[in-house]
């Protein structure tokens, strides 16, 4: 990440009234299967102190987002009309759902709306030029208001049209969702409070490597869970049943466990919980690492492993989780992960921060999001943040004048 300062971009660093403010937020929220029914609201929720902000100051409010993965324009399920809706609900106020994201008419519009309100454009990825981070598209948004504003961490990664391209046009600012997650991970990655502990799991070694990599030079102890961790105990020497394991990766991780120079610890499992097929009513038993049957995999970190490392977790005083222990998604090999974050969140006096793919919907899913220091908001973005690259959305707002 770059060692500018970002504060100098902050919205609120600098004096914004009586414009048209093109705001690109996240409101990629999830749907009821099937449906375009929002399943949970908390991305707009969130996004509502930077709108107000800008209605008090007398601005009209334009939002950009993507949502989904449409194949075309048509493809109506992706429409933003749903949470066009569930907006005009939560602020009390009507908001106008514009036909497109660019073009005359849009345009024509925005200018006829008065001060103060909120008008939302059509779904970004309904262009195909979005993803390519075409210039045509970036002018065409850029033409529609004064300023911009970046709010969406979630997309901080992609150097797209809506996120990197139209800062090359327009006047170019941080929101506040997207300061207060480069507040914190930059804070925590710069100058940690010791000891720093970070528990990485998920399903491939090869999706956390860059990550691994990264952390392992500034934080004290890692521990490793998840599917990845079959990687690591095949490292170590141990066979690792019918569980899939990535072979190509075995010297890049026991150079992480073995280099004297890495700073950082790291423990894997010595106990897990193995079973005879992949399925939530799968028969399963606890095995010590030297010892995991031919036919079983390994689903989910044991209970002696747990209790390890919940120790370690309680002995921290920053701490960063990013991947689930053991397929939480069942019962049966749910514990790990929530012993986990059991131990996350209940570490009262240190830092937490929880964040990136899954790991955010399983401490949503316990009802934890209060009990810990920061959810990031951010997938594939915390990670990148994580693994110490730049983000190209960042980036281009801190070089535009
Ligand atoms: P990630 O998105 O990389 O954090 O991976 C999350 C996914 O990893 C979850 O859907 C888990 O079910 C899966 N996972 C965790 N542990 C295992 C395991 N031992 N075997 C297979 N999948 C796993």
């Known amino acids: 990440m770059t060692k500018t300062n970002f504060n100098s971009k902050s919205i609120k660093r600098h004096d914004i009234k009586d414009k048209t403010v ?7 929220v999830p749907m009821d299967p099937g449906t375009t029914n929002i399943a949970d609201d908390s991305r707009i929720l969130a996004s509502i102190p930077q709108i107000e902000y ?8 334009v939002l950009l987002s993507h949502l989904g993965r449409p194949d075309s324009s048509s493809d109506n399920e992706f429409s933003m009309m749903p949470i066009t809706t569930r907006l005009s609900e939560i602020l009390d106020k009507p908001v106008l759902q514009l036909p497109s994201c660019k073009g005359k008419d849009v345009e024509k519009q925005i200018n006829q709306s008065p001060h103060r309100s909120v008008s939302m454009l059509e779904n970004i990825r309904f262009e195909a030029g979005e993803r390519k981070n075409d210039q045509n598209l970036s002018r065409a948004l850029a033409n529609l208001a004064d300023v911009y504003i970046n709010d969406a961490f979630g997309v901080a990664h992609r150097a797209h049209a809506s996120t990197e391209g139209i800062t090359h046009y327009i006047p170019s600012y941080i929101g506040f969702l997207m300061q207060k997650e480069l507040d914190i991970l930059g804070k925590l990655m710069s100058n940690p409070v010791r000891p720093m502990t970070s528990i990485i799991g998920g399903a491939k ?10 952390l392992s030079k500034i934080v004290d102890t890692i521990i490793i869970g998840g599917g990845m961790a079959a990687t690591f105990i095949k490292a170590k020497g141990f066979g690792v049943g019918a ?4 072979d190509d990766r075995l010297s890049e991780v026991r150079d992480l466990m073995e280099n004297d120079r890495i700073r950082a610890e790291l423990i894997i499992p010595t106990d897990v919980i193995v079973a005879d097929r992949f399925h939530a009513d799968a028969n399963f038993e606890v095995t010590h690492v030297d010892s995991i049957p031919e ?3 390994i689903l989910d970190v044991g209970p002696r492993t747990t209790e390890k490392y919940a120790a370690t977790i309680s002995e921290s005083s920053t701490v960063i989780w990013n991947g689930p222990m053991g397929v939480f998604e069942w019962k049966n090999f749910s514990s790990g992960t929530i012993n986990v974050a059991k131990a996350i969140a209940g570490l009262k006096d240190g830092t937490t921060v929880v964040g990136g793919g899954s790991t955010a919907d399983v401490v949503s899913k316990l ?3 209060d009990d810990v220091t920061h959810v990031s908001t951010g997938g594939g973005a915390t990670l990148a943040y994580l693994e110490g690259k730049a983000l190209p959305a960042v980036e281009a707002i801190l070089k535009n004048d």
Request: aromatic share 6%; hydrophobic share 35%; glycine share 2%.
């Open 243 to 246: 569980s899939k394991y990535e």
């Open 205 to 214: 070694a090869s999706d956390k490597m860059g990550v691994l990599r990264n």
């Open 22 to 28: 093109l705001v690109r937020v996240d409101y990629n």
């Open 367 to 369: 009802n934890m999001n």
């Open 54 to 61: 800008l209605l008090n100051r007398n601005c009209k409010v």
């Open 295 to 297: 036919n079983m995999i």
